[in-house]
């Protein structure tokens, strides 16, 4: 089966830019995760979709960030106005579970988005 | 408080060599625990999964281990090879209404020739 497919690979902006990261889940999968990966750090989540539908957004910089899922399979992660501790990798996962916990469908990351913020 | 914590923080062994990598957490109530291996610039990938009734579980040359009483897990890799170097990050998860799953901040692997 196809993986999750992440778009762009990098992205370096000035601060006080914006900039969208886009995802594409494994066909079929109903739950999507956008993480924020900084480095040497382990992802921490962001946003977590069932569907079209917010199931987590409780760490979500709502003043800056946003995202949606809008016909529930590929999704976008939206960042207005980009700071500098911004810089970070973008991750997006998917499962056929709801549950994050679920014992036989792990979350399948895609390769992520490193975004630099000069 | 529910956290994971991972140790070493970097490690660097002779390929053929075997390394331990240890993971300990505090999150309750516990549901399962999941170690993930994650290449350079790669997303994480699933290795093992195991539940507080699965001690060991192992996937090629990587063995997990799991002591639910003492909260501690470990992950074996034997006769390290090149491409075992990357980032192994252990992940917790509880069960409860709420959907988290906690993160260690990874043990970065290097295997050297």
């Not at chain 1, 594409?24 to 040497?40: E, K, M």
């Not at chain 2, 799953?101 to 290097?110: A, Q, V």
């Amino acid at each position: 089966e196809a993986g999750v497919a992440q778009s762009p690979r990098y992205k370096i902006i000035e601060k006080r830019q914006s900039v969208a990261f886009w995802c594409n889940p494994i066909s079929g999968h109903a739950t999507l995760y956008w993480y924020q990966q900084i480095l040497g750090q382990g992802p921490k989540l962001l946003i977590q979709f069932q569907n079209n539908g917010v199931v987590d957004d409780s760490q979500l910089p709502k003043d800056r960030f946003s995202a949606e899922r809008l016909k529930g399979v590929d999704s976008t992660l939206k960042i207005q106005p980009a700071k500098l501790e911004d810089s970070a990798v973008y991750l997006c996962a998917s499962s056929a579970s709801r549950a994050a916990r679920s014992y036989n469908s792990p979350l399948h990351f895609g390769n992520g988005t490193r975004l630099t913020v000069t | 408080k529910n956290q994971v914590e991972q140790s070493p923080q970097s490690l660097i062994i002779l390929e053929g060599k075997n390394c331990t990598l240890q993971c300990n957490y505090t999150v309750s109530p516990f549901s399962n625990l999941r170690w993930y291996k994650q290449d350079t610039g790669r997303g994480p990938v699933s290795l093992t999964i195991m539940t507080f009734s699965e001690n060991t579980k192992s996937n090629g040359r990587y063995t997990a281990t799991l002591d639910a009483d003492t909260k501690q897990s470990s992950l074996h890799i034997t006769a390290s090879q090149l491409s075992d170097s990357a980032s192994y990050i252990c992940v917790v998860s509880e069960q409860t209404g709420a959907n988290n799953l906690f993160f260690g901040t990874g043990t970065r692997l290097t295997v050297i020739p």
